[in-house]
């Protein structure tokens, strides 16, 4: 038996018809009827939302929901038949459940685990979490970012320019060294072994992310299984700088 670090709750089969305008898809349900899907997901999605490929969505029981289903898995077939996750708000959930189970040696010893904590020069951002120990130990600070983009067996991130990732690189960069800084790149499919920043895609990123790391940026470029039935943890990719 699996030990899912997390599990979807039902899912219905379909096809995907298109995206458009960022949160819409139209899906064609196994049953034939059409349905407008929520696509929880503000980026490009750059080689994860070709038409035709199969989906998976959930349907909400509140019947106040404009959108009663949501997009949450697509197929891809760039290696083999591989799930990709495209609900952007999951990620963070299951960040945040692996390190209640301290899923993460490379993080080391921490008691507390604090989310969304208010930090930067201008007090106007948010880092995903915070980890705190003993009175010795640096605190953590660690950014979540969603990672679907592939090359072969590389994930890549970002898939666009992001001057809000930038952004978070320097903020975090900015804390070093009184502190740990750490980027988890939540690789949202199994087939990727290993890990780079995406520098056709954004090359200022990828600048800053290697100063960072000659900083003392610390990078878990995490690998998940993604199936209809959850997501487990695979270990960390190699990462390739």
Not at 36 to 61: E, I, R, Y
Request: glycine content about 8%.
């Amino acid at each position: 038996m699996i030990d899912w670090l997390y599990c979807y709750p039902i899912l219905y089969s379909g096809i995907l018809l298109k995206r458009y305008k960022r949160f819409f898809a139209d899906v064609q349900l196994a049953d034939g009827e059409v349905v407008v899907a929520h696509c929880p997901n503000t980026g490009p999605m750059v080689g994860v939302s070709t038409p035709g490929s199969l989906v998976q969505v959930s349907k909400s029981d509140n019947p106040k929901r404009k959108l009663l289903y949501t997009l949450e898995l697509i197929q891809v077939h760039d290696n083999e038949p591989t799930w990709v996750g495209v609900n952007t708000a999951l990620p963070n959930r299951v960040v945040k459940l692996a390190l209640a189970k301290y899923l993460f040696p490379e993080l080391g010893n921490y008691s507390q685990i604090k989310g969304e904590v208010v930090y930067g020069l201008d007090k106007k951002s948010r880092v995903d979490f915070v980890l705190l120990g003993s009175e010795e130990d640096r605190p953590i600070y660690l950014e979540v970012k969603n990672t679907t983009l592939a090359q072969g067996r590389l994930a890549l991130f970002p898939d666009t320019v992001t001057t809000r990732g930038q952004k978070h690189l320097r903020e975090l960069t900015a804390l070093l060294p009184l502190t740990r800084a750490v980027m988890c790149y939540f690789i949202n499919r199994g087939d990727c072994t290993e890990f780079a920043p995406g520098d056709s895609t954004d090359p200022t990123y990828g600048k800053l992310l290697r100063e960072a790391i000659a900083l003392g940026l610390e990078v878990l470029p995490c690998r998940f299984d993604i199936s209809p039935e959850g997501i487990r943890y695979l270990g960390l990719a190699k990462l390739k700088i």
